[in-house]
């Protein structure tokens, strides 16, 4: 491995299940738009999967590069250079996109991210465009597991604006901006892939 390479290996282990769900969502060309690439690892992979796409891939300023090693190595056509993108911002780097993708972004974001995370992509995707989030997730304020608790409970003593996201709160922004939930299916290692669509 190259040393200019960053590895998760949460993105190892994750990135063939989410392909397996994702691959039936992102069935049209176009353009989509991962908030949050990391190490690049994911949009290696689901772009040379899905030769169809054009994968964007985008991080928060300053971090944006460190999937430049994954990416330049691949040398896929379909990934373009990574974008730094400030969810937050008024003003992203991107007008308009086909879908979007984001995996562990949510719990780490604070919510006032996540909520700028939505409503800016639902004033960039047009009517039926799909934005796959994975990630874990609770429901009706209860984790779906001891190590969802536990791991809650680790992100908000490392600083109090993170935290596993609640299902119903998640519903409730989505409709506030025009996103309806499509699917929630259950993936590996006790996380969730949910499937929005733009109204």
Same mark, same amino acid.
């Given at each position: ?7 998760? &290996?949460?993105? $190892? ?10 691959? *039936? ?15 690049? &690892? ?14 964007? +891939?985008?991080?928060? +300023? ?13 040398? %896929?056509?379909?990934?373009? +250079?990574?974008? $730094?993108? *400030? ?7 991107? *007008? ?9 972004? !949510? ?11 939505? !409503? ?12 796959? %989030? ?66």
């Amino acid at each position: 491995m190259a040393p200019d390479k960053l590895f998760s &290996q949460a993105c $190892e282990n994750n990135k063939q299940p989410i392909l397996e769900r994702i691959r *039936d969502t992102f069935t049209s060309p176009g353009t989509i738009l991962e908030i949050g690439s990391g190490t690049g &690892q994911h949009a290696v992979h689901f772009a040379s999967a899905l030769p169809h796409i054009i994968w964007q +891939p985008s991080d928060r +300023p300053g971090a944006s590069g460190h999937c430049l090693g994954w990416i330049s190595e691949s040398a %896929l056509a379909n990934i373009r +250079p990574p974008l $730094e993108l *400030d969810v937050a911002s008024a003003s992203w780097p991107v *007008d308009s996109v086909d879908g979007a993708f984001s995996a562990n972004t !949510a719990h780490i974001m604070a919510w006032e991210e996540v909520q700028a995370m939505f !409503a800016g992509l639902a004033k960039r995707m047009s009517s039926g465009a799909p934005f796959c %989030l994975y990630g874990p997730f609770s429901y009706g304020g209860k984790h779906t597991s001891d190590s969802n608790r536990q791991f809650d409970r680790h992100l908000r003593l490392q600083a109090s604006h993170m935290g596993i996201r609640d299902m119903d709160e998640l519903l409730k922004l989505a409709e506030q901006v025009g996103f309806r939930l499509e699917s929630d299916h259950e993936m590996p290692a006790n996380n969730r892939l949910l499937v929005w669509r733009k109204l």
